[in-house]
T-cell receptor
Framework: DAKTTQPTSMDCAEGRAANLPCNHS???????VYWYRQIHSQGPQYIIH???NNETNEMASLIITEDRKSSTLILPHATLRDTAVYYC?????????FGAGTRLTVKP | NAGVTQTPKFRVLKTGQSMTLLCAQD?????MYWYRQDPGMGLRLIHY???????AKGEVPDGYNVSRLKKQNFLLGLESAAPSQTSVYFC???????????????FGQGTRLTVV
């Protein structure tokens, strides 16, 4: 499986957009990019996923570069409740492995 | 619709004791997973299953055994618990599709295990 690299931590001001980068330079053609988050000590929660095209849902947007070697998760208007650890995963079924993730802190 | 349910939520074991963690899902998912999460760390895959009667090793399988006798249940066993197995254990399940699209995984709320 391809590996991902994420910054250890990031801060974001409440109400501003949070842009979380992920590097997956060894991704292969059939691997999808998934994002999950873990709030406090709860079970991880699915956010969004994509293959090539940019994706948007009610929670976030996912921007994947044309060469697919990196992606950015965008939370358009971060709130205090978005403070969590965000995991970027490159996945080919059925394997699903997590890295260390990015700890996002949203500040008032 | 309960989703993914883990039993028990908390447990304290003495070194050398055995126990089984139960994961149950009611979404008819083919894939199920067991992870452990140590303080300040990400999740590490212990074992997973792609269907009833099948299991496979993940990143950190040593010291654990699993069984998937029924599609809805995935059991994680510790035969002889060690303090190094003190952790939070998460179970997850997801659909199987032809590709990897739309395979959102659902997680349980975790089991906090302490081995003394």
């Amino acid at each position: 499986d391809a590996k991902t690299t994420q910054p250890t931590s990031m801060d974001c001001a409440e109400g501003r957009a949070a842009n979380l980068p992920c590097n997956h330079s060894t991704i292969s053609g059939n691997e999808y990019v998934y994002w999950y988050r873990q709030i406090h000590s709860q079970g991880p929660q699915y956010i969004i996923h994509g293959l090539k095209n940019n994706e948007t849902n009610e929670m976030a947007s996912l921007i994947i570069t044309e060469d697919r070697k990196s992606s950015t998760l965008i939370l358009p208007h971060a709130t205090l409740r978005d403070t969590a650890v965000y995991y970027c995963i490159v996945r080919v079924m059925p394997d699903m492995r997590f890295g260390a993730g990015t700890r996002l802190t949203v500040k008032p | 619709n309960a989703g993914v349910t883990q039993t028990p939520k908390f447990r304290v074991l003495k070194t050398g004791q055995s126990m089984t963690l139960l994961c149950a899902q009611d979404m008819n998912h083919e894939y199920m997973y067991w992870y452990r999460q140590d303080p300040g760390m990400g999740l590490r895959l212990i074992h997973y299953s792609v269907g009833e009667g099948t299991t496979a090793k993940g990143e950190v399988p040593d010291g654990y055994n699993v069984s998937r006798l029924k599609k809805q249940n995935f059991l994680l066993g510790l035969e002889s618990a060690a303090p190094s197995q003190t952790s939070v254990y998460f179970c997850a399940s997801s659909y199987h599709t032809g590709g990897a699209g739309n395979t959102e995984a659902f997680f349980g709320q975790g089991t906090r295990l302490t081995v003394v």
